[in-house]
Nanobody
Framework: QLVESGGGLVQAGGSLRLSCAYS??????MGWFRQAPGKERDIAAS????????YYADSVKGRFAISRDNSKNTVYLQMNSLKPEDTAVYYC????????????????????WGQGTQVTVSS
């Protein structure tokens, strides 16, 4: 139900745009998480069902931008000024129906997950 694309290898300072196509999911907040080797899966950014509210982890604020096009059932993550520490597998996820925005940064609030896409930033 969630399929990510757009990952790859990029030099530090470069940009990538991730896409997540979803189906069968309505009225749910969406998020992008990332997981580096040996580390926990952490939130990068989230967006409310209508797109009016967004959340960003401190580590990506000012560099990443999340957006969604509900007419295309797609969520995007524009990543600029990439750093080697952004290297990770990036996962798209959808929250449970009616999930609280106050908990949007928590992994346990998300019910559906994509398979992940690798982003590698070289120095």
């Amino acid at each position: 139900q969630l399929v990510e694309s757009g990952g790859g290898l990029v030099q530090a300072g470069g940009s990538l745009r991730l896409s997540c196509a979803y189906s069968g999911l309505t009225f749910r907040s969406m998020g992008w998480f990332r997981q580096a080797p040996g580390k926990e899966r952490d939130i990068a950014a989230s967006i409310s069902p209508g797109g009016s509210a967004t959340y960003y982890a401190d580590s990506v604020k000012g560099r990443f931008a999340i957006s969604r096009d509900n007419s295309k059932n797609t969520v995007y993550l524009q990543m600029n000024s990439l750093k080697p520490e952004d290297t990770a597998v990036y996962y798209c996820a959808a929250t449970r129906y009616g999930s609280s925005w106050s908990k949007i940064f928590k992994v346990e609030e998300y019910e559906y997950w994509g398979q992940g896409t690798q982003v590698t930033v070289s120095s």
